[in-house]
């Protein structure tokens, strides 16, 4: 038996187990992350320093963690965090894990109104809370709400919104048949609703549909945007004057978005995503 502890025989050992499951690209990526995290080192120094010591119990708990990767748990739950922006922001499975898309939606609401007077924000199905603080820190004279159906997704959003030093308002409620009598009005509402529909399922990957919530995903085919009307309704009830609704969205159903929208007399734009797909919507009254 080869005894792991150089830094050196643990990159092996750790690309032979993982590239059964991950191509050798994504097997080298996740090793530079677990060192990184583990034995805070630098990606070069594998390079450079590779008879650098590995001490046993540094060596167990990568083992822990590659038997986790190759049941395709995604490395960030078994971190048990990951990056929103420049926000650390804790995750568990009760939580989607945050997407770059969505950080680029966020971006897009930080650039169009940090310049602006802006007094209440609600993020409506919030999961870790990571849209809502980002937008609470980049916006801190707004009040942020935030709404999830899951108690334990917004026990993760509340940690976070401690860990990143901010406050928002925590809501458990159902957004499809709303309690909660909320007593203001809102200028920015943001929602990344459940968009993938049942049939859409299949295609996914494993490391999405084995542990990610599927509460948090999943939508029937036969009402797609179940999520996408009732926000608009919610939109029409609580918006001041100028309000904007910004969605992150399905990349197939934007024209159906569209019909919608104007069925609701609303102007939508719909704009891409980094991989040129319609992935967001900005909604405001005509
Ligand atoms: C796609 S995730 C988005 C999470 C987070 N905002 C993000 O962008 O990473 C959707 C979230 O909607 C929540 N959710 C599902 N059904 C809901 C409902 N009926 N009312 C409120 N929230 C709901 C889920 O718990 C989940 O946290």
Known sequence: MIIVNTLAKLKTHFNQKIEEIYSSNEANSLFKIFVKEYLNIDAYKIISEPEMRITESE????????????????????LG?????????????NVLIPRPETEQLTQIIIQQNNNKTINNIIDICTGSG??????????????VDAIDISIDALKIAEQNAKL??????????DILSLKTNL??????????P????MSEKKNMNKNVILH??????????????????????????????????????????????TSLSQKYNLDI???????NKDRFAIIREL
């Open 183 to 192: 007593k203001k009005t809102f200028d920015i509402f943001v929602s990344n």
């Open 269 to 275: 734009e719909i704009l891409k995503d980094i991989s």
């Open 194 to 197: 459940p968009y993938v529909t």
């Open 164 to 173: 990143n030093n901010t406050q928002i308002n925590i809501i458990n409620d």
């Open 130 to 143: 990571c849209i809502a603080i980002a937008l609470k820190k980049n916006i801190p004279h707004a009040t």
């Open 212 to 257: 990610e919530p599927h509460i948090a995903l999943f939508v029937q085919d036969d009402d797609p945007l179940v999520f996408y009307n009732k926000i608009i309704q919610f939109f029409k009830k609580y918006a001041n004057p100028n309000a904007v609704l910004y969605f992150e969205i399905n990349e197939v159903k934007a024209s159906q978005l």
């Open 81 to 93: 965090h990951t990056y929103f922006l420049d926000l650390k922001i804790k995750i568990d499975n």
């Open 59 to 78: 060596y167990l708990r990568f083992r822990k963690s590659i038997n986790e990767l190759l049941q395709h748990k995604p490395y960030q739950y078994i």
